[in-house]
């Protein structure tokens, strides 16, 4: 029997709802993302609070608030204390993209689901990994390993391998094949046979433009705007896609030299862009090579301004500008009110990089474009004055006064405990002094001395009557001096943390300026709610920047990759389907689609055995080194040990030799150059290789087996000469021989 594997959607399965799924391996509970959506409604989350506290692990993929959005949420209120799993860029700019979340909400209601010291207590913990580290579970999860790859799409964005027993479980949601300016394209491509591939059909109706002429048209739009004297306002994400359109602009503006500001608008802009040049090892071989080369940083913008509040905008009222701001949904900060101002002007462009969330704002209008009267929810939060301002503070006045005396109700209590103690204890002190003893203190508490003792003073249970307390400072001493402990001189991690959010570090993560100003403005307020109709008369454009790979390339990486099971989610019905059908047909015929709190058993049909090799027959066994691993040919028979175990043992007469086995996989590209290199001319012919004059080299695979992953053979043909025998030693070398 294979491993067991089950999977259970809690979210994000036949739409485009937020991402989270629950992977049992062998019983230990895995979380796959954690993700929430904009209009942050705790009802999308009951089926992941019923499992919250069964969780082993939680593994987030990517840096987005509908791949991590509910995880301080479901820490607070369900209970959840898995071990957190993610890169460094998902961690950190991760934790950003939830400041400014809150922050955006803060300042628009009494918002109250999670506070920014939840969202610290969520994301501290994360256990941060590099790409290709293989991390061993222990414990309950002794025996699964998880290694995050390159996925593409978002800076730091993952596709999660899990390992149990030599099957392989791969989480491969919003990846991209293609390299982009600051990314490069997913390995999944690497990956053959999973026994189990878990995949999104996001994009499987959707085809791309090529790439350089999507760049060319999103430039040509905004330039013409601009040449226009409009304004073109482009909603993004805190911490993710943006990050591509910002070298695409910065590019551009370099080439032409265009004057035109652009503005980079969230409550975390200056933090997020500190926090991503120092990320070059996760981005795309082109900028690694030229920090290289020429220390050139592609993020030390020079063309666009970060900005943290609307002030510096406001000033430029009449000027053609480029303005890219948070939320790319436009339900609140700052997009949602710089919309409202430039929605009435024709001039004006909203420019969309990706589909917006259901229910949203955003997503109405790429429904529906303008014009049209949109009805907008204006909200603000003002200082209280006047009666309000009084009612509030005899309100706090009434609170202070009632914790000032329930502080003291319980000091009372516990005096009273303390003196019970001491008339208990004086009472077994001394059979010789227990009268005097009791009369005295007796004596005390008739008479109403009792309150003697001063506020805060508590006598130890142990004590005849009150003293002093008295603590022994004394030291262990060596013939060094004395003795320390190193763990008291050590900084940890949330010490600096608090420390950075007074302090002006480089590299620290904290709200900028005007959002750290808001935390600390301890002012009453208020949020003051209206609602207005708004003509929406500008112009709006949708242009694909989110990132993911397109439908077509999607079918031929499935094909490739060939899994043993398929398991689709995140996309809509029709997607979903389309893509189940052409997999059951050209990829493989186990292909999953659950629907939420549906658990489907993905139990792979091997036969897979745990055996114990024993000192005698290991004794007699030559291994190989082939890359990372060590290979052997073994004979043996197999028996069951006391514990019930499957033991190979030698065999009890000499087997009969075997045939030789070439173990490895041929590229003849890479052969036709090792050729090459040893002066032998070659080259491609038909499909095969021509070496020489006389002698063909060419691979036949099984035309039954999809994705090109079955047994195939290397033909070598040609007439028995020098050649060919010195070609055919050349080929064994590529193999390792058993």
């Known amino acids: 029997m294979g491993t067991s594997v089950q999977i259970t959607p809690l979210s994000g399965v036949y739409d485009e709802s937020p991402l989270c799924y629950l992977v049992a391996i062998d019983g230990f509970n895995l979380l796959m993302d954690c993700g929430w959506n904009d209009l942050f409604d705790p009802a999308s989350l009951l089926p992941l609070s019923k499992v919250a506290k069964s969780i082993d692990a939680v593994l987030l993929s990517h840096p987005d608030i509908l791949h991590l959005g509910a995880l301080p949420y479901a820490m607070k209120q369900f209970g959840l204390s898995a071990p957190v799993y993610a890169t460094e860029p998902v961690y950190r700019l ?46 309950k999860g002794e025996g699964i390993v998880i290694a995050p790859h390159v996925a593409g799409h978002l800076l730091g964005g993952t596709i999660w391998k899990i390992t149990k027993d030599g099957e392989d479980v791969v989480y491969a949601v919003d990846f991209n ?54 304004t073109v306002l482009l909603p993004v994400d805190t911490a993710g896609r943006v990050l591509e359109l910002m070298l695409i602009l910065e590019q551009f503006w370099g080439q032409k030299h265009l004057n035109y500001p652009i503005f980079f608008l969230t409550n975390v802009a200056s933090s997020t862009v500190d926090y991503v040049k120092s990320f070059l090892e996760w981005m795309s071989d082109s900028i690694a090579k030229s920090f290289e080369q020429s220390r050139d940083n592609s993020f030390l913008l020079r063309y666009i301004s970060l900005i943290i509040n609307k002030t510096e905008l406001e000033n430029l009222a009449g000027v053609p500008k480029v303005i890219l701001t948070s939320m790319a949904s436009l339900e609140v900060g700052f997009s949602h009110d710089i919309f409202v101002e430039l929605a009435t ?12 969330q259901f229910g949203t704002l955003a997503r109405m209008l790429q429904v529906d474009p303008p014009p049209k ?54 009472t077994v002190l001394d059979p010789m002094d227990l009268d005097a003893g009791s009369s005295i203190i007796s004596s005390k508490v008739g008479s109403g001395h009792m309150d003697i003792l001063i506020d805060g003073f508590t006598p130890q249970s142990n004590t005849v009557a009150p003293m002093f307390p ?50 600390l403005d301890s002012t009453p307020s208020k949020v003051v709610s209206h609602e207005m109709t708004v003509q929406v008369k500008c112009g709006l454009a949708y242009m694909d920047f989110e990132g993911r790979s397109d439908g077509r390339s999607v079918k031929s990486i499935l094909a490739h990759v060939a899994p043993l099971k398929l398991v689709l989610v995140h996309g809509s019905a029709e997607a979903t389907e389309h893509l189940k059908m052409h997999s059951e047909k050209n990829v493989c015929p186990h292909v999953y689609a659950p629907r939420i709190e549906e658990t489907i058993d993905v139990t792979s049909d091997l036969c897979a055995y745990k055996v114990q090799l024993t000192e005698k027959l290991m004794s007699n066994v030559l291994f190989k080194k082939m890359g990372e691993y060590e290979i052997s040919w073994v004979d043996a028979i197999t028996e069951k040990t006391e514990k019930e175990i499957l033991s190979l043992i030698p065999p009890q007469s000499n087997p009969p030799c075997h045939k030789s086995v ?35 080299v060419r691979k036949i695979g099984d035309s039954t087996q999809k994705g090109g992953t079955g047994a195939q053979q290397i033909v070598i043909e040609g007439p028995l000469c020098e050649d060919y025998y010195k070609i055919r030693e050349h080929l064994y070398s590529q193999f390792f021989m058993l």
């Open 470 to 519: 008295f603590f022994d400072n004394s030291a262990d001493w060596d013939d060094f001096g004395e003795v320390i402990n190193p763990d008291d001189y050590v900084i940890k991690d949330q010490d600096l943390m608090n420390i950075s959010m007074l302090g002006n570090g480089n590299l620290d993560i904290k709200p900028d300026e005007a959002s750290a100003h808001l935390l």
């Open 177 to 230: 094949h293609r390299k982009e300016r600051h990314l490069n394209g997913t390995v999944l491509e690497s990956f053959v046979r999973p026994a189990v591939l878990i995949t999104d059909a996001f994009n499987a109706l959707n085809n791309q433009f090529y790439k350089r002429q999507r760049d060319q048209e999103f430039i040509d739009t905004i330039v013409r705007v601009l040449g226009a004297n409009g």
């Open 373 to 426: 009267a949109v009805k907008v929810k204006m909200s603000k939060r003002v200082p209280l004055v006047g009666d309000e301002l009084k009612e509030y503070e005899e309100e706090k006045e009434r609170i202070k006064k009632e914790e000032e005396l329930k502080k003291l109700s319980n000091l009372k209590n516990e005096e009273l405990k303390a003196v019970s103690s001491v008339i208990s204890e004086s």
């Open 94 to 139: 991760g934790l950003l993209t939830m400041y400014d979340h809150y922050l955006s909400r803060r300042q628009v209601s009494d918002f109250d689901l999670f506070t920014l010291d939840d969202v610290d207590s969520a994301f501290q913990n994360i256990v941060r990994l590099k790409y290709s580290q293989n991390c061993h579970l222990s414990e």
């Open 662 to 696: 070439l173990v490895g996989d041929l590229k003849l590209a890479d052969f036709k150059q090792f050729l090459a290199s040893k002066s032998i001319q070659v080259e491609f012919a038909g499909g095969a290789l021509k070496c020489g004059e006389h002698v063909t």
């Open 345 to 356: 002007d024709a001039k004006n462009l909203m420019l969309f990089t990706e589909r917006g």
